[in-house]
């Protein structure tokens, strides 16, 4: 999930303005902010298909093996999946509305995926890392389980409001950069 939304996070405006797409959008009457909004909605929504085909593929994988998954359950972990994305797909947008590079946001944007990976795989296999667990997104995408437990409404509130702060970040960026076009 998060390898796409980066993907399309990139590639929301600074994909357009490295293209020379971004003066023909911006020339139709609507803000910035308001085309902002729609691209990134555009990559939610297209997450969420991306969601129902992995959630689909589960019920059809599990139906075939005749395996006994709990398909609400299966749907509560692929939505934490989600916000993962959402969240690294936020990052990505917020990333190239300030910079501009595409490349340079994708670069970044995976960087913060390893770093916040290794802190929550390490971070309780080393005591120095364990306070810096909480500050990584995979922290609250998969420490409750929600496979087996379902989803935990802290750690989605967590989730949905760092993509929400990103998504601010971008829109604010976004407003305030003097574009290359």
Known sequence: FFVYAIAQGSAAIAGEEERGTLDLLLSVPMTRSRVLAH????????????????????????IIVDMDIGLGRAAQAILSSLLLGVVFGAFATAMGCATGKRGLSIGMASGVVIVSYLANALGPLVDALDPVTRLSPF???????????????????????????????????????????
Not at 152 to 181: C, K, Q, W
């Open 39 to 62: 691209k990134s909605a555009a990559m939610v929504v297209s997450l969420l298909g991306l969601a129902f085909l992995s959630w689909l593929g589960i019920v059809i994988g599990a």
């Open 139 to 181: 922290y609250y995408y998969i420490s409750a389980d929600p496979l087996s437990n379902g989803l935990n409404p802290v750690h989605v509130a967590v989730l949905v409001g760092t993509a929400g702060i990103l998504f601010a970040i971008s829109a604010v960026t976004f407003e305030r950069r003097d574009l290359a076009i």
